[in-house]
């Protein structure tokens, strides 16, 4: 728990984009990533040949360790999906680096991706998307070893049998006989999502991105498919990108945590502190909009206005202040850098200390669960 002296001292440091931490531990990094995107326009905006540019990333940079999750949170089109599949180099970065195991990959050949593919996997949010209807569970689970045969060097289809019953007990679909003949449509959607799962562990991978992976799920279900996850960390030592919307759900399931605020990282640390602790306002907003099971408790009244600006039109200066009830003239004008407050909590604002006591001053009782 960062610990505040009197809460009036803070230590911090200003975290430059090109600081690149040892990577002994790390399994993968991304240092100052952009993507820029041109938007459609209609037909005689093309013939003109007029360009909309959309920064979707605007210089991220995380650093996940071996066996962590590393949450990452954020509004609908922050960009966090984007990290996810430019870190597994399914869509081209505009700049930046990416590090997987100490090497850079941000300008690997097309050969040598497919030689890391396997290595780096996605688990996608909608499990009735993902997953070919027309073929059986061990269809869609072996598809991605007889492609990578030579990388996982499986010789037989013995060995692949072999291969994906293994990945569906680890997901604990068990016994995993009776699943293997099934189809999608047979499956509830928590048995779809752990068919996902193990589609990306039999390939043996070192590093999973989760976007939303039980976002579609009842809640019921979610705990299952969670506890899968953290077994999975703890058994085997993967990594995990979890990407998700629910704050409550970070604190209890990952160990770092991120917010994503329009393209850019304004807040990260040790989950409990991010969301224990929250210093930037756009941060405290998603927290006071969680909600909370006591219809007689007190609520944290954060007062954040307005809509989020386009990615085509980023306000300059701190792309927050339009919306931020601690505006002043230097947010318009001067983007704040991402400071270190103390241990591995970081900020992106000008008068965090400021709303963070006006924050506490609101929020007398925990809501999170």
Partial sequence: MLVCKGDTHLTETIIHQSEIESPGSSVIRIVGLQKQFLAKLGFWAAIRGKKVVIRALDGVSLDIKTGEIFGLAGESGCGKTTVGRAMLRLIEPTSGSIYFKGQDITHLSDKGTRALRAKMQMVFQDPYESINPRMSVYEVIAEGVRINKKILGVDSEESIRQLVIKALELVQLSPPEQFISRYPHELSGGQRQRVAIARALVLQPDFIVADEPV???DVSIRAEVLNVMTDLRDKLGLS????T???????????KLA???????????ESGEVIDMPFHPYTQALIAAIPVPDPDGRKVEVFVGGEVPSAVNIPSGCRFHPRCPFAKEICSTTEPELRRIEGHHQVSCHFYEEAY???KIRSKKTYLP
Avoid: N, P, R, W
Avoid at 240 to 243: N, P, T
Avoid at 259 to 269: A, C, F, P, S
């Fill in 215 to 217: 976002s579609m799920l």
């Fill in 240 to 243: 995990f990108l979890f990407i």
């Fill in 245 to 255: 919307h629910d704050l409550a759900l970070a604190k209890h399931t990952t160990d």
């Fill in 259 to 269: 917010i994503m605020y329009l393209g850019k990282i304004v807040e990260q640390g």
């Fill in 357 to 359: 006591a006006k924050f």
